[in-house]
């Protein structure tokens, strides 16, 4: 299976704009859909952007959808998130996940990353 860091979470005010990236290694990166889930205290893991092999079909929820941006580069193994309009609701553990296709399923994705703190304050 491929292994998955993310990186680049940290303390926003509300408003601002941040980047979440995640690296990819163990095996053929352009092989997997890739997909970004969150999950705040309390609350169950949910779907935020997902993005096919090549790139060419994206889905958002509809939270984000118009403020969050999710991208690839398979030659660098990355899957990116970016974020910008932050509110407060958007804090949470994000989470990139690996799978054989694109869907807002949690329970379709094979691998997953440790998860990058996001606070948003108000």
């Known amino acids: 299976q491929v292994q998955l860091v993310e990186s680049g979470g940290g303390l926003v005010q509300a408003g601002g704009s941040l980047r979440l990236s995640c690296a990819a290694s163990?095996?053929?990166?352009?092989?997997?859909?890739m997909g970004w889930f969150r999950q705040a205290p309390g609350k169950e893991r949910e779907f935020v952007a997902a993005i096919s092999r090549s790139g060419g079909n994206i889905y958002y929820a509809d939270s984000v959808k118009g403020r969050f941006t999710i991208s690839r580069d398979n030659a660098k193994n990355t899957v990116y998130l970016r974020m910008d309009s932050l509110k407060p609701e958007d804090t949470a553990v994000y989470y990139c996940?690996?799978?054989?296709?694109?869907?807002?399923?949690?329970?379709?994705?094979?691998?997953w990353g440790q998860g990058t703190q996001v606070t948003v304050s108000s």
């Open positions: 163990g095996r053929t990166f352009s092989n997997y859909a």
């Open positions: 996940a690996a799978g054989r296709t694109v869907v807002a399923d949690p329970t379709r994705y094979i691998s």
